[in-house]
């Protein structure tokens, strides 16, 4: 089973930005839809954003439309988030995640390969 490793998280003060990176130890994720969930201390797992196998369909989640942009290399087998004017309430462990099931290029709404995670901390 392919394997996801997220790379990027850290420390950063309101206003900054950070650039979220999933590895993946397969090519085959170029098949895969792919998406970056959120999850804040006691609170749910959140799609914030996601990415058909081509890119050309994504979505946002309202509380990060504007501001956070997803990408995809195919080539590299890498998956991006961009993060720009962060907020407090953005603070969260990130993870990556791939829906192997897809046969559309469209987003998609569910997942069933997932990273470790990285942790996001934006300071007021």
């Known amino acids: 089973q392919v394997q996801l490793v997220e790379s990027g998280g850290g420390l950063v003060q309101a206003g900054g930005s950070l650039r979220l990176s999933c590895a993946a130890s397969?090519?085959?994720?170029?098949?895969?839809?792919m998406g970056w969930f959120r999850q804040a201390p006691g609170k749910e797992r959140v799609l914030v954003a996601a990415i058909s196998r081509t890119g050309v369909s994504t979505y946002y989640d309202d509380s990060v439309k504007g501001r956070f942009t997803i990408s995809r290399d195919n080539f590299k087998n890498t998956v991006y988030l961009q993060m720009n004017s962060l907020k407090p309430e953005d603070t969260a462990v990130y993870y990556c995640?791939?829906?192997?099931?897809?046969?559309?290029?469209?987003?998609?709404?569910?997942?069933?390969?997932w990273g470790q995670g990285t942790q996001v901390t934006v300071s007021s």
């Open positions: 995640a791939a829906d192997s099931r897809t046969r559309l290029d469209l987003w998609s709404p569910t997942y069933d390969v």
């Open positions: 397969s090519r085959i994720i170029s098949n895969y839809g």
